[in-house]
């Protein structure tokens, strides 16, 4: 059979039932199941399938093995009966859950591996496409967006931070109320699983995602008032007074003349700054942060905290946290767009946790694959491409990929 669909969609479906023939087994029921409404995206129709309840684990497995799909969620909400329509369903609750996706940074590597072209005039550039093309003024992309393991560490990375504050802010339990899965493609997603959080609204939840962004965070409210205050530094307290003295001692030690010119501070400011740097950091380490105006006025305070607190927030996608009905991918089913697992990590292994590894589901076998353009690839410790206008043979995990984001086809 000779396929002409870049994707090969036939063929993944045909690999995901294969996977999920012994695969499916792995996948665990999230807590509550019989409250919980599924969701499955299907090859082929783009068809999303709704308001899906499971009795058991043994449901789901069934579900998945029979219909093998592109993509499966469940709800972070918990419902009186998860097969009624919306409006029936009846809302119990929801997690608290959090969606850090590397889609949403701006990262140099993506310079190197994404593409957009312009539909109108067919123009090409190098990383997120602007809003509207320089070529022809149009706003209509193609997009070809690739991941390496420099996105899915600054993801996780993101997700690090995250956790972070909300075990030494929010005072969550890291192993009785927190769990962070791999999102299978460029993320993480941490889930919050708690009876204090269970019924907040969706007014609440924004002012939690306020928090971890550091919206609203005034220097002068942190503890840099005007008057001089006697006393120890706030790096040993807590909440956003200890984080915003933190944030800015981690990004004074860091910083470069490059970046302070990007925040349009001038050449004689910036001088001064990096001379008495050691100084500043010295006083935050020691003393209160009051002690900042003998640096510095209240202005260059303000922008430098902004930028600072920018780093330390954590990087967090606001609509799906506020969003008491959404989906999330389930752990340990396929993706779609990579071939790969979603999966829960264990949160003390999250250091160490490398999905370009670990989130592999086709371990054995090659496929031979004509590849219309791919950027160099790196999977299981070896790299291959970049690739372009060429057939060659894979290993599964890679063929997989590169088909997942159509990037090539099967080539009998
Ligand atoms: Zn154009
Ligand atoms: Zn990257």
Known sequence: MTEHDWGSERYVSDQFKRYYTSGASKVEAPPQIQQREFG???FGGRTMFRHIGFGDTQEIRGYLMDYNPAHAYFSAAYYKDPRAAMENKGWLGADLVFDIDADHFDLPCQKEHDRWTCRTCGKEGMGHPLELCPSCGKASFEEENWLCERCLEAAKYEAQKL???L???FGFSQSQELSVNFSGNRGY???VRSPAVKELNQMTRREVVDYMLGIGIEAEHQGFTARPVGGGSTITEDGWRMRSAKALYDFL????PE???SLKLRAPTIEKLLGSRDDILGMLMERHPSGIFKYMNRKLLDQLI???VKEQAAAIDTVVTTDLRRLIRLPNTLHGKTGWLAQRV???NLADYDPLTEAIAYKDGTEKIRIRRTPEIALAGETYGPFEDEVVELPMAVAMFVLCRKAGRVER
């Not at 030690?253 to 470069?256: E, L």
């Open 346 to 348: 264990p949160i003390d």
């Open 163 to 165: 956790i972070d504050i």
């Open 253 to 256: 030690a860091n910083t470069t």
């Open 306 to 308: 902004a930028a600072a």
């Open 189 to 191: 997603h941490v889930h």
């Open 259 to 261: 970046t302070l010119r």
């Open 40 to 42: 499955f995206l299907s």
């Open 167 to 169: 075990v030494q802010d």
